[in-house]
């Protein structure tokens, strides 16, 4: 049986090593121990995750929780505070806030000091101790004894380390097998990298499909006869939401199937809106009927997964397409030209961008679907360089912006420690739309104040444009970005998916 203590320990030992190898092997030692409910426990908190998700607990419920007088010596196991966060999760209705409050700290009274603290950290989003998705499924499959690239597989299919390793330490390789495509589980989708220019990626290709980079949300859609589902990058299921999406994926040919695609809002000549433009119809479950008529969703579809009752991510991309265009209109896929010619890569870039989306994606036709990962078989040109960054903090603004929060703190990931690491700030770009949503959102997520800056959990991802890295000693990353701007917000993605620092800074080499 797991106690509290021994992930804690574990948390601390694997936040104090930055070798790879040392993380895998600190965690498998955990994880051998455990039960398989017990591994599902430890895998997510150390991930940074709750395994039943948020539980409407704020940092002010933490602070004073932290102020109770901890427990003489340690004496929880993990099934115990799992218990106990389920039951504050399930709290709701009038005086639930207060309730759940409590509840929480006679769950901090029965723990020790380190353990108190490791609590607190994990409610706060701050627990970065470096555990990242990849190195917990290798440790997984090193504790299980199996092949590290059949579990990273699973993983990427599941969608969700917690399953994979009930099933890891339970059912072996055969347990894992069963974590294929399936109808209405959806995949992580496949991410592309970057690339300088067309050159660049014809070089690194050669022939390859070119599609549009469309700046929309990227859907997954499931059907299985008159039954649909869509879901979000993120793999959130917002099928009441976007009714044409269901009516789109209900008149094509196959009755069952996987498409991975983009939902976009056009404007009237064919134009894509801006991108909060289409994710404000994601957040909204009322009038939707109205919604449908005033801002209309397009859908276009770039890949298929699963058709005719088969995975299709192990086939080739050819092969993958060709499968599109059997099931789908040709008016409902994303644009595409197949060439190895420059040229006639660079004028469809143009194209692309006359048409005003953000620029082409190259595909390698040979390369098969990699759910969840940033591989070399898609880059994506764009051309102003642009990062997804993570917002740290905010200062209060002054004049017009006063008593809104303004000057955004910007980090790009660490692989390596799990942090972020912050490249600067910038004002420019925000709308007073954008001050008075980021305001609320930030203070939802504050942990601490120092003076006017508001200190939040790294959670928000935000686009920023910029005109160049430059050397700069004042940030810890020994760089900052020149004439940065704010393009917009992305709900669509997590911390996780920011870019990291080795991205910034071999973008100041180029």
Known sequence: MIALADIAAASRDVAATPARSAKIARIAELLRDAGPDEAAIAVSWLTGELLQGRIGIGPAAVRRALATPPAPAPALTAADVQEALADIGRLAGTGSAAARARMLEELFARASRDEQAFLARLLQGELRQGALQGIMADALARAAGLDAAHVRRAAQHAGDLPTIARAALTGGAEALGAFGVRLFRPLQPMLAQPAQDVDDAMRRLGRAALDYKLDGARVQVHRSGDDVRVYTRRLNDVTAAVPEIVAAALGMGGRDFVLDGEAIALSDDGRPRPFQVTMSRFGSRVDVERLRTTLPLSVFFFDCLYAGGRSMVEEKARDRFDALAGLVPAERIVPR????????????????????????????????????????????????????LV??????????????????????????TGGFVMLGKTFKGLTDAMLEWQTAELLARATRREGHVV???????????????????????????????????????????ADTIERVLALRST
Do not use: C
């Open 391 to 416: 917002v740290l903090a905010a200062e209060w603004g002054s004049g017009r912006r006063s008593g809104r929060l303004s000057n955004l703190h910007l980090g790009a990931r660490d692989p390596v």
């Open 337 to 388: 030209t197949i060439t190895a010619d420059r040229a006639e890569a660079a004028a469809f870039m143009a194209a692309a961008l006359a048409a005003g989306h953000e620029g082409i994606i190259a595909k390698d036709l040979d390369a098969a679907y990699d759910p969840g990962r940033r591989g070399g078989a898609w880059l994506k040109v764009k051309p102003a360089d642009t990062l997804d």
């Open 455 to 497: 200190y939040v959990r790294p959670e928000l991802v935000v686009e920023v444009a910029f005109e160049g890295v430059q050397d700069s000693p004042r940030y810890p990353a020994g760089v900052a970005l020149r004439f940065a701007r704010v393009r917009g917000y992305r709900p669509d993605k997590a911390a996780a998916d």
